[in-house]
């Protein structure tokens, strides 16, 4: 389900807003700094029958969570040109030629997991039962560096998308159920809107806020995922 606005997924701010023809004339620049932030957060559970025999119901029992924050930190520089029908960003300068610079805005991005699954065989006649535990696990916090991208599409939309610059370490045992479209470790892609009148405008502070919501349904497995972001564009004078 979308709502109204932007939102979920980032990992990553304005970068990669297609470049423009290099004769083409530019019609508008903006200056701002910008700061990003966001949070996804997954519930699921699990219940599967597997067979029974005389020792009972063999059953598999699983739960967990996994909650995906990511922050730019210190507002960083951004100027937005409008060529026509494209519009170009650039990071870090003000000055858009420049060739060093970054192609996206910098996050720390925090993920923390805790996840169980537990072997179950109970209500048999020739046996005691029994639960399993498949542990040990390595569950907790993972901490990684990533860049926050948006792309714009024809003036009217905004694309938040996220890029890890340096991969968490891996989960060896720390089981996760998400739904299909949601990415697991990482912020999911989603869709915004802000008119091209909003942000050539003169308007000092602008805020783009918004989530989805993301299910999995199945005869073994619920999961249940929602994203939210939050983009804070503050003019530069």
């Given at each position: ?9 980032l990992?990553?701010?304005?970068a990669g ?9 530019i019609?508008r620049?903006?200056r ?40 730019s ?6 100027v ?17 030629l420049?060739?060093?610079i ?6 720390v ?16 006649w ?9 542990g040990?696990?390595?569950?907790g ?53 802000l ?21 999995r ?9 929602t994203?939210?972001?939050r ?7």
């Amino acid at each position: 389900m979308r709502t109204h606005l932007t939102a979920i997924t980032l990992a990553a701010v304005v970068a990669g807003l297609a470049a423009g023809p290099a004769h083409a004339q530019i019609e508008r620049t903006a200056r701002f700094y910008v700061h990003a932030e966001g949070v996804q957060t997954t519930k699921w559970t699990q219940k599967s029958g597997t067979f029974t025999d005389c020792n009972g119901a063999h059953t598999t029992d699983g739960e967990g969570t996994e909650v995906v924050r990511f922050d730019s930190g210190k507002p960083q520089k951004l100027v937005i040109q409008r060529l026509g029908s494209v519009i170009r960003a650039t990071y870090g300068t003000w000055d858009p030629l420049e060739l060093e610079i970054e192609p996206h805005i910098l996050a720390v991005t925090r993920i923390t997991r805790q996840g169980r699954i537990v072997q179950k065989v109970s209500g048999g006649w020739c046996g005691e039962g029994s639960e399993k535990d498949t542990g040990p696990y390595d569950c907790g916090r993972r901490r990684a560096h990533a860049g926050l991208v948006l792309s714009w599409r024809n003036l009217r939309e905004v694309e938040v998308s996220h890029v890890n610059l340096a991969q968490p370490a891996a989960y060896r045992n720390c089981p996760i159920a998400i739904p299909n479209e949601v990415r697991a470790m990482g912020v999911t892609k989603t869709i915004g809107r802000l008119s091209a009148k909003l942000l050539f405008g003169k308007r000092d502070r602008i805020v783009l806020e918004d989530g989805d919501q993301y299910k999995r349904d199945e005869e073994f497995v619920d999961s249940f995922s929602t994203t939210h972001v939050r983009i804070t564009l503050t003019r530069a004078r």
